[in-house]
């Protein structure tokens, strides 16, 4: 087996973009596959007694979260905005990337709506805002939303939400290696492709 | 003005320990002065409605920074324990700390209840384990423990917590520069330090 990495993310959170941005580049040149798995962290912050994110709940983090990513896009050469509406509701967005994952554009389709969430600051539950994002990752909209209405990635997606919750994960981004170690945070995302490598195909 | 940042903790902070372990070699090199700012960090979850440490309050974080604090500490020649009290009652190492500040004391009194409680695993709340920091420190326990009884001591401590709280800090460690640009976590810790450099003597 060769070194693989879960890539687990939800739309509407910010540290997640950052990773986006970076996760195929970062770990081609480790020569690690990367699984991306867009799931619902509002379905787990519900479970952990929260009504919202962190973020939108507590005005110091909020206005710390502005002040971090600014910083650190900055750095990257990357654009940061605050999308209108936060947290935005990512469900539609989030059944939409995994009908894209058939046509093997599922990390096209999650750039494209991270950049018009985070980039542009545009609102991802938006129909047109999400036309936009199937356009530009040269996907059919007709054909991917059929897809997207299809029970089976209405399972699928909340499969990827269980799953990453018996795996303990409870932020997002997180990254988890085929023994189910755990790292949560985009400033893991090194540390989880060298665990990555060091376990190869070794199971937990 | 010399380069300068703020390094504010909290005893029972776990990440806290990870940034007392090294911000002083890692600031003599970039030539920059650390001033050594303990708070309470409960005081400050309690106006943000907590009641409790969120690793002690959401099982799944608890776990996690096991894991997380693990890997790390290993990686930097550390060992890490979980306490067997968390979070520990911070209190009175607090108000020691701020005592030995007075004797220049402060930084390696902090590492050694750092150490107790991380490394060792012990309840930082209990005297006899403050006493042995103490003399590891190098400090007389009388003397020292008279002084932190002083009520100006207890008015530098809630005056540092309710700093911490303008400044916009809700986690800890956070690290702040003249410009009272914030920085949260161990993670930050490079780029606070580099921020300081960039900014020197400017003002906010």
Known sequence: LNPKIVFWYEFASPYSYLSAMRIADAAERAMIEVEWRPFLLGVIFKAQ??????????????????QDLGRISAARGLTFTMPEVFPANALKAARLAIA??????????????????????????DNAVLDDCIAEAGLDGAQLRARAGDPSVKDELRGNTEEAQRLGIF????????DEALFWGDDRLEQALAWAISVKGRAA
């Open 100 to 125: 894209a994952k058939s046509e093997d554009r599922i990390c096209e389709f999650s750039r494209a709506v991270f950049t018009a969430a985070f980039s542009k600051g545009r609102d991802i539950s």
């Open 49 to 66: 007694g929260w009504d919202t994110s962190p973020f939108a709940a507590i005005p110091a983090r909020g206005r710390y979260l502005r």
């Open 171 to 178: 932020g997002a981004p997180s990254f988890t290696t085929r």
